[in-house]
Nanobody
Framework: QVQLVESGGGLVQAGGSLRLSCAASGFTFGTYAMGWFRQAPGKEREFVTGISSSGGVTNYADSVKGRFTISRDNAKKTVYLQMNSLKPEDTAVYYC????????????WGQGTQVTVSI
């Protein structure tokens, strides 16, 4: 069955860094675009960043541009999110998601990992 398992979340001070990982299984990872989303308490889930199936195209929400970097290793079936210069407003549950070829929406989702940024 399809699984997306996030890891790497935790508590970090403002200005610090974290690297999230998302290990995929149960589908042809190398043909899927991948994305990271986040949801803060009391807020709607929002798009953070996405990467094409080959890794050649990435896009970011304005709020994280220049601070976050998405990457993927298709051999390891893993997508990463390097988060630098973290701010308290980055506190949220972070989810990875997979979007199939020619699909308009993300079909598969992980269970999420908590990121908390303290002042």
């Amino acid at each position: 069955q399809v699984q997306l398992v996030e890891s790497g979340g935790g508590l970090v001070q403002a200005g610090g860094s974290l690297r999230l990982s998302c290990a995929a299984s149960g589908f042809t990872f190398g043909t899927y675009a991948m994305g990271w989303f986040r949801q803060a308490p009391g807020k709607e889930r929002e798009f953070v960043t996405g990467i094409s199936s080959s890794g050649g195209v990435t896009n970011y929400a304005d709020s994280v541009k220049g601070r976050f970097t998405i990457s993927r290793d298709n051999a390891k079936k893993t997508v990463y999110l390097q988060m630098n210069s973290l701010k308290p407003e980055d506190t949220a549950v972070y989810y990875c998601a997979a979007r199939g070829p020619h699909a308009g929406t993300y079909a598969y989702w992980g269970q999420g990992t908590q990121v908390t940024v303290s002042i």
